[in-house]
């Protein structure tokens, strides 16, 4: 890249070369915008004085930040973008016989992300497992990946009154698009059945 020469002063009479424009007029202008341009994006920043730099357009969703020991003082750095958040309710009672997870209706959010992204599903509720021979499972389920029983359970050998319960599971990883967030019930004998009630969930990405 040609360099900056700064411009003489030039007097009445002074003789001007087409070596001095060449120098002082025409190089200048390649030596800063838009010459210096190359692609979309690009920065035209100090080096020093009278000195100018390109710094190239970043990859998406990166931000500028200053760094002294870079030769233009800044760089592109990863940038962590505000949070999209989601809330479902499922406040009437939900109640299924299937030992199998199945959907609990209204706990259900749909987040659209731009990028690879943490995927941070919350819950809380009540819970009642009304056969003292059996239990009460509930999970999370992030893009169909389920967290397992060894998260929410009540069992009912400790009560069959209803009990209060509070829930996060996560996911990294999660690949850019929409992201679906559910809480799914079972119970763990069909003859009993298991029940939620006053469910609120939020779902929360964070771009990786």
């Known amino acids: 890249m040609t360099a900056y020469t700064p411009v003489p002063t030039v007097n009445t009479g002074d003789l001007w070369t087409a070596a001095n424009h060449n120098t002082y007029i025409r ?14 994006g690009d920065l035209a920043l100090a080096s020093g004085a009278d000195a100018a730099g390109r710094l190239g357009v970043g990859a998406d969703y990166t931000v500028l930040g ?10 592109w750095l990863p940038s962590y973008r505000a949070l999209i958040p989601g809330v479902a309710s499922a406040l009437a009672q939900f109640e299924t016989t299937s030992i199998t997870y199945v959907d609990i209706t209204g706990a259900s959010i749909s987040l659209v992300v731009e990028r690879t992204s943490t995927i941070f599903l919350m ?34 050998s400790d009560g069959t009154a209803w009990s209060p319960f509070g829930y996060t599971f996560y996911k990294t990883g999660v690949a850019a698009g929409t992201i679906v967030c559910k809480l799914q019930l079972r119970t763990s004998d069909a003859v009993m059945t298991a029940r939620t009630f006053g469910v609120v969930m939020v779902a929360l990405a964070i771009s990786e």
């Open 27 to 40: 190089d200048n202008f390649a030596a800063g915008v838009p010459d210096i341009f190359t692609t979309k």
């Open 66 to 75: 200053a760094l002294a020991s870079e030769t233009l003082g800044l760089k």
């Open 123 to 156: 819950a809380s509720g009540i819970l009642k497992a009304d056969n003292t021979s059996y239990a009460t499972y509930l999970q999370g389920v992030i893009n169909g990946i389920g967290a397992g029983d060894g998260q929410i359970r009540k069992d009912g």
